[in-house]
């Protein structure tokens, strides 16, 4: 892992998945959020674990408080701004998702919305119901890097790391189709533990890929993962569509979402040369794939209130879906220059090491 630059194709994957997310909640994809946002999850664990190691590497430590700032930095502005759409949108909700939205706010900003959706359903944090997803992340990245330090301390190799979280990712899998048949869906795919396998996935590829120090693949292993790659976007396609009727084929579709979610991302990592990986580093997809945090946190307010509600009918309803998704775009794009990247730049005030490559640390964070 020894590159310097960002792997751009994984912006055009954020792009995929917000795309996945945002088209089942405006109504124009059946099951794309649960494959959406099961490739976020694979590309947070991997560039999240990618990170540490880059710091251990260029300073000899890993900082967790800079750590942990940066995260803030990046997380908690864009949050803020989605409150404060929901918090206006809120009369035009029904009355509980009014009443929700507000006495869920102290859940969503202690991270730990997942668990209130878990057990009392979504619908509990009014119109922020997606922040579970947000908790489920922010809970990994206060346990994880403890755990990498650990590891470092210990000389744990990144083979043997890459080994372990694959497996742990298997008994995540396991778990959570276990947990949808006798738990029941919330709390399957709600929880934590039983919701972990993209994050393991992730973790388990950037050790692997760490573990390569930094060999190119053959021409033919390249093409080989191009392919690849193909099969997973047209699987990622019929996942999106594909009916669920029993929680086991929820579990599975989950499942399979992440094998998908793997197969791209490891494809834009060792392959970065082929056509696959040129269409996912387009400049429009990394456009989108730059702000897709702030469209995720804005569409769905918008989609409870205008698209998910019988407020319209008919055609009003599809100007009201094509209004909506505009509005997120935009508001996205405002967020992202006016609030965010303020923020963002600070996060290079918060790289630890006495000149030695500082660039490898803030490379990696979006």
């Keep these: 892992m020894r590159e310097t630059s960002r792997w751009k194709g994984l912006d055009g994957l954020r792009a995929l998945a917000v795309a996945a997310v945002v088209g089942t909640h405006f109504s124009f994809l059946g099951q ?19 990170l540490l190691v880059r710091e251990r590497e260029g300073f000899g430590h890993v900082s967790l408080r800079n750590f942990w700032v940066r995260r803030g930095l990046r997380l908690l502005p864009a949050l803020s701004c989605a409150v404060v759409l929901a918090a206006v949108l809120t009369p035009l909700a029904s009355p509980e998702r009014r009443a929700a939205t507000f006495t869920g706010l102290p859940w969503v900003f202690a991270y730990l919305g997942n668990r209130v959706a878990a057990s009392k359903g979504p619908q509990a944090l009014g119109l922020l119901p997606h922040t579970w997803s947000l908790a489920i992340e922010e809970q990994f990245y206060v346990v994880w890097p403890i755990i990498v330090v650990l590891w470092f301390r210990h000389g744990v190799q990144a083979k043997r790391a890459a080994m372990l979280l694959g497996s742990i990712a298997l008994m995540s899998a396991l778990f959570n189709a276990w947990a949808m048949v006798n738990w029941g869906y919330n709390a399957a795919y709600f929880g934590t533990g039983t919701h972990a396998m993209g994050l393991c996935a992730g973790c388990a590829l950037a050790m692997a890929v760490h573990a390569r120090n930094g060999r190119p693949i053959s021409e033919r292993g390249a093409q080989a993962l191009q392919r690849a790659a193909m099969v997973a976007v047209a699987l990622f396609a019929v996942l999106c569509m594909t009916p669920l009727s029993t929680p086991l084929e929820a579990s ?18 060792l392959a970065p040369h082929t ?9 429009a997809l990394i456009w989108i794939g730059a702000r897709s945090y702030a469209i995720y946190l804005f569409h769905d307010p918008l989609a ?12 009003a309803h599809v100007i009201a879906t094509l209004c909506c998704v505009v509005a997120s775009i935009i508001l996205a794009a ?5 609030v965010e990247s303020p923020f963002l730049r600070l996060k290079s005030r918060f790289v630890d090491g006495i000149g030695q490559k500082p660039q490898l640390v803030p490379v990696l964070e979006g």
């Design 334 to 338: 405002v967020s992202f220059r006016y």
């Design 32 to 50: 794309g959020a649960f494959v959406g946002v099961d490739l976020f999850f694979v590309l947070s664990g991997f560039l999240i674990t990618s």
């Design 275 to 283: 056509a696959m990986t040129r269409l996912f580093a387009a400049p």
């Design 304 to 315: 409870l209130v205008f698209v998910q509600s019988p407020m319209f009918h008919g055609a």
């Design 252 to 269: 599975m579709l989950l499942n399979l979402g992440t094998i998908s979610a793997v197969v791209l991302v490891t494809s834009v990592v």
